[in-house]
């Protein structure tokens, strides 16, 4: 039986109202936790094993022992729904469809940490989840369940809005861009107090957690990676969309099962976990989805969005419009990644130009230079896919590349 944690089965696709909420649980675990304090919270959290659904995979407890520790005249939340990847919904899904479980969550977090105010960080075109988090908010603050205010903030819709600092300088009111690191948001973060960024769908986790006891979350999923992951299938299955499957499960069962697999008869060649991982060559159809299991292949789950590769794809056009967003969506005030991320578009163009040899280690040289030289991770994100396919796709690459020019 595959357990839905965070997409129960219901009749319809409506945000789930208050009532429906309570009546499966909704809010006990927070009562539990205002009851036995943040102490016995953060414990449960520790034990579930829960890692940040937000792509960094960062162990929650951990993050929470730092906010929690800092003392300041106030600390803050921020639940982070700013997704905008291409090809991931499940963030929004996830708020529009079950905003108590994630209001819940953030409840949680901050009373783990001890914040006095929550945000819901949205972004602006997020127009049903936004109408579903303002709704619940009003049920959840009317019937008294929260424990401090929390409000919805609204950020612009581009890629790096959803980066943490970004986050919190929109809040501020100031350009959605990255901050410099550190100080980190848990030391300095909203107003310069320590604050908790999570997102959303690590908050919603957080209310099962503790409704349901860490041990009980910790019992799903592999030996390093807990509880369930909420992915997003493209509409080249029969059933794309947003799908929950535990930790353990395989692409195989992701997209044949949960997406009634390819349409068309078409054939697989490769997966992209996620559009800043690197390609999986569809030979590990059966490996378990798990972080110690992708590791030593390369790659990560990330936050779930996937891209296949079919018999008919133009994987050097992929690798490219992939280069192409990382180049367009960076925030301009960084140098070397306005610089960098331009590199890889010129360099897979002049591959498809037929401009010339030597790619193959222009490329893996340009994302090793790239590492570590922004205020985010967003200079090194495409560095992940392009390197891989360069690799993965080699005959496909020497062939767009076209034959070397001769000596002259
Ligand atoms: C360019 C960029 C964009 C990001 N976008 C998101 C996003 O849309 N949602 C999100 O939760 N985290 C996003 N992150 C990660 C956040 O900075 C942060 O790690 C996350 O919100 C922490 O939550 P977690 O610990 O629960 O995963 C982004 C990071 C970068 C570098």
Redesign the pocket.
């Known amino acids: 039986m595959t357990p839905h944690l965070l997409l129960p089965e219901r009749p319809t696709t409506d945000p789930e109202p208050l009532a429906e909420y309570r009546a499966r649980g909704g809010y006990t675990g927070l009562r539990e936790a205002q009851q036995q304090g943040a102490a016995w919270l953060r414990a449960e959290v520790t034990q579930s094993q829960l ?8 162990p ?1 407890a951990r ?1 929470w022992e730092l906010a929690a520790a800092a003392t300041a005249e106030r600390k803050f939340v ?1 639940g ?6 291409p090809g991931s919904d499940k ?1 929004r899904l996830l708020v529009q469809r079950h905003p108590h479980a994630v209001l819940e969550g953030l409840a949680l977090a901050g009373l783990a940490t001890g914040a006095s105010q929550g945000y819901l960080y949205l ?1 602006e075109d997020m127009h049903g989840p936004r109408a579903a988090a303002e709704q619940a908010l009003h049920e959840a603050q009317a019937a008294g369940l929260l424990p401090f205010p929390i409000a919805i903030h609204l950020g612009p819709t581009t ?9 919190l300088n929109s809040i501020e009111g100031k350009p959605a861009k ?1 901050r410099k690191k550190p100080p980190f948001p848990g030391e300095a973060g909203l107003f310069g107090m320590p604050t908790t ?7 919603a986790h957080v209310a099962w957690i503790a409704r349901h006891g860490g041990a009980a979350f910790a019992a799903i999923g592999t030996a390093e990676s807990k509880g369930t992951l909420l992915f997003t299938l493209p509409d080249s299955v029969q059933r794309p969309g947003v799908h929950e499957l535990p930790f353990g499960a395989t692409y195989r069962q992701l997209i044949d099962g949960c997406g009634g697999g390819l349409r068309g008869g078409r054939t697989l060649r490769a997966i992209l976990p996620a559009m800043s991982s690197a390609f999986l060559d569809a030979a590990h159809l059966d490996v378990p989805i798990a972080y110690e299991t992708l590791r030593p292949l390369g790659t990560s789950p990330g ?1 779930g969005g996937v891209k296949l590769v079919l018999d008919d794809t133009d994987v050097v056009a992929m690798t490219l419009q992939i280069a192409e967003f990382f180049m367009r ?1 960076q925030c301009g005030q960084c140098p070397p990644c306005r610089m960098e991320t331009n590199q890889f578009v010129h360099m897979l163009k002049a591959v498809q130009q037929k401009k010339g040899p030597g790619y193959e280690d222009k490329i893996p040289k340009l994302a090793e230079f790239s590492r570590k030289k922004g205020f ?3 200079i090194e ?1 495409a560095a992940a896919p392009v390197t891989s396919a360069v690799k993965l796709f080699a005959a496909d690459f020497a062939a767009a590349a076209g034959p070397a020019p001769m000596e002259s």
Do not use: Q, W
């Open positions: 890692r940040g659904r937000g792509g960094a995979s960062f929650t993050k921020v982070n729904g700013g997704e905008h990847e963030d972004i890629y790096v809005a959803g980066e943490e600092t970004a986050a990255p960024v999570n997102n959303v769908e690590t908050l936050c969506e985010c991770s967003l994100m």
